[in-house]
């Protein structure tokens, strides 16, 4: 009974396994081999994203010791993908575009870090494309795990009329009603949570801190009107902010407060 049991449990494991495989390949499947630009010699262990073209991540893959990866997406679209190394330039290549059930299979070559040398890839007719969100480094830190991020797919979905909106309802961001002379269409003004608190956050626009002396009579719709916002970082704790951004707003006798990265749509 027991090895009649076991078996059992073998087979269900094997048609379970048969019937991922069969989805797979139903899917819309990149089959990839990640090479050294200048000698051609395959990468193993290097990371590979797939990505909407609109900066979404969908899936990840790792090359073998042949440098080979598959990657897959469950709906067709248009892609990026994106791949890194040790020691090499993280580099972005695409768009590339699969119907339903598709395949491709691609040669992707990345440089060594100090060398500005593009992916190259085989069979797309298509040019390659650093995606803005690629080049500025906001793919890297969604990647790093730290923070909230607002991307353009959840921009595009989203119901928000004004830029307050799209900060509605994150935990630990809290939008408030401006005072004085601004009016109920000028939007909100963005505050994160801080030791028990609510504090006003530095802010950088596309990478530029703003002062705050600036920033504190304005809005964010003032800031960055919604129709121009391309993806937003909130950085609400000092161990959450990135080393490029690690100059923290503060609230006098409050202490730190966080970072507000907004990028607009610039490309």
């Known amino acids: ?25 139903q899917g819309q499947t990149i089959n990839g081999k990640l090479m050294e630009v200048e000698t051609g010699q395959p990468i193993s262990l290097g990371l590979i994203i797939m990505m909407t073209e609109g900066g979404d991540s969908i899936t990840t893959a790792v090359t073998n010791g042949s440098g080979d990866f598959t990657i897959s997406s469950d709906e067709p679209g248009s892609f990026v993908l994106i791949a890194s190394a040790f020691g090499f330039k993280e580099t972005a290549a695409g768009v590339f575009e699969l119907g339903d059930g598709a395949s491709m299979d691609i040669q992707f070559r990345i440089a060594a870090a100090p060398m500005p040398i593009d992916g190259l890839l085989v069979s797309l007719q298509r040019p390659v494309l650093e995606h803005n969100l690629v080049r500025n480094g906001f793919v890297r830190r969604v990647t790093r795990g730290l923070g909230r991020f607002i991307t353009p797919v959840t921009i595009e979905r989203s119901p928000a009329r004004t830029s307050a909106d799209l900060f509605r309802g994150i935990p630990g961001v809290f939008v408030t009603t401006p ?28 990478g530029a801190r703003m002062s705050p002396m600036v920033t504190a009579d304005l809005s964010i719709d003032q800031i960055a009107p919604l129709q121009s916002i391309d993806a ?36």
């Open 179 to 206: 005072g004085g002379n601004l009016n109920a269409y000028q939007g909100g003004v963005v505050r994160l949570a801080s030791q028990g608190d609510y504090c006003a956050p530095t802010i950088y626009l596309d």
């Open 1 to 25: 009974m027991a090895v009649r049991r076991l078996c059992s449990v073998l087979i269900a494991l094997m048609l379970g396994l048969s019937a991922g495989f069969v989805t797979d390949a």
């Open 232 to 267: 937003v970082e909130i950085y609400r704790r000092p161990a959450e902010i990135p080393i490029e951004y690690g100059a923290t707003g503060s609230t006098p006798g409050r202490g730190p407060c966080g970072v507000l990265v907004i990028w607009t749509r610039t490309r």
